[in-house]
Nanobody
Framework: QVQLVESGGGLVQAGGSLRLSCAAS????????MGWFRQAPGKEREFVAT????????VYVDSVKGRFTISRDNAKNTMYLQMNSLKPEDTAVYYC????????????????WGQGTQVTVSS
């Protein structure tokens, strides 16, 4: 089993920045891919970004390209999401996810989920 705990959410004005963290514990050696998802009120959960263990082949949803940066520190079993130039439409609960299957889809091949952290961007 893997446990994931997100932190770093909060309230920020449009144009501001936040850095989310996701700390993994348990069988962390089984984790291949980690990712961030978000869910806004009344909307379905949306894929945001993903990074494999090697740090290569990073994928972002188009709406955050150039503004968000995903990174991973395998020694600390922690993943980050640096969010710059935030917009009100980025307001959502952000979830950390971890996947153990190398061949799984980058958008939905995840086995473990965190509880989420709220990000609110005011206009």
């Amino acid at each position: 089993q893997v446990q994931l705990v997100e932190s770093g959410g909060g309230l920020v004005q449009a144009g501001g920045s936040l850095r989310l963290s996701c700390a993994a514990s348990g069988r962390t050696s089984s984790i291949y891919r980690m990712g961030w998802f978000r869910q806004a009120p009344g909307k379905e959960r949306e894929f945001v970004a993903t990074v494999p263990r090697s740090g290569s082949t990073i994928v972002y949803v188009d709406s955050v390209k150039g503004r968000f940066t995903i990174s991973r520190d395998n020694a600390k079993n922690t993943m980050y999401l640096q969010m710059n130039s935030l917009k009100p439409e980025d307001t959502a609960v952000y979830y950390c996810a971890a996947g153990t299957r190398r061949g799984a889809s980058v958008a939905d091949g995840y086995d473990y989920w965190g509880q989420g952290t709220q990000v609110t961007v005011s206009s």
